[in-house]
């Protein structure tokens, strides 16, 4: 496996950070009652959303470096409702991930399971949870608590662009 050079696994483990610090961004930001918005009847609520998402980064590091891993919570789609505890989870799952990634890198080793090289999985998860903020976004656009541009766009366009962000 080639190894990233060391500029580039900063840059890319620092666009880790960055989308875990926009999921936290807008978590932080829901307004009451945001946690059980859904986007149809059908649609998982928010707070299912970001549960997922710690789920499915959890189950990457057990299935791809195990030797990283921590416990899997039992359910993928719980309904969680307590933000607090959400927050402490997605920073939790971060590190473990970004631990993964960086360790696998650094010994040589490609993951288990999935993927060729471990950045792939960060980009994957990065793509995943892209993919649900614009779900949670579209959810409480449907249940009437849109997020003001003007109130999430620092936390989320401005955590990419913003060249002020260490590497």
Same mark, same amino acid.
Do not use: C
């Given at each position: 496996?080639?190894?990233?050079?060391?500029?580039?696994?900063?840059?890319?483990?620092?666009?880790?950070?960055?989308?875990?610090?926009?999921?936290?961004? +807008?978590?932080?930001?829901?307004? /009451?009652?945001?946690? &059980? $918005?859904? #986007?149809?009847? =059908?649609?998982?609520?928010?707070?299912? !959303?970001?549960?997922?998402?710690?789920?499915?980064?959890?189950?990457?590091?057990?299935?791809?470096?195990?030797?990283?891993?921590?416990?899997?919570?039992?359910?993928?789609?719980?309904?969680?409702?307590?933000?607090?505890?959400?927050?402490?989870? +997605?920073?939790?799952?971060?590190? /473990?991930?970004?631990? &993964? $990634?960086? #360790?696998?890198? =650094?010994?040589?080793?490609?993951?288990? !399971?999935?993927?060729?090289?471990?950045?792939?999985?960060?980009?994957?998860?990065?793509?995943?949870?892209?993919?649900?903020?614009?779900?949670?976004?579209?959810?409480?656009?449907?249940?009437?608590?849109?997020?003001?541009?003007?109130?999430?766009?620092?936390?989320?366009?401005?955590?990419?662009?913003?060249? &002020?962000?260490?590497?």
């Amino acid at each position: 496996m080639p190894e990233a050079p060391p500029d580039l696994l900063e840059a890319l483990l620092d666009s880790w950070d960055r989308n875990n610090t926009i999921q936290l961004n +807008l978590l932080r930001l829901l307004p /009451e009652g945001g946690l &059980a $918005a859904k #986007a149809t009847p =059908a649609s998982p609520t928010v707070g299912q !959303l970001f549960a997922h998402m710690v789920y499915l980064r959890l189950v990457h590091v057990l299935e791809d470096a195990p030797e990283h891993a921590t416990a899997v919570p039992d359910e993928e789609w719980p309904d969680e409702r307590d933000r607090e505890r959400l927050d402490r989870l +997605l920073d939790e799952s971060a590190t /473990e991930v970004r631990t &993964a $990634a960086r #360790a696998r890198i =650094a010994a040589g080793r490609a993951m288990d !399971l999935h993927y060729d090289h471990p950045l792939l999985m960060i980009q994957h998860l990065i793509w995943h949870e892209a993919y649900h903020h614009g779900q949670i976004k579209l959810a409480l656009i449907a249940e009437g608590m849109p997020l003001d541009d003007q109130t999430i766009g620092p936390g989320t366009w401005g955590v990419w662009m913003d060249k &002020a962000t260490k590497l």
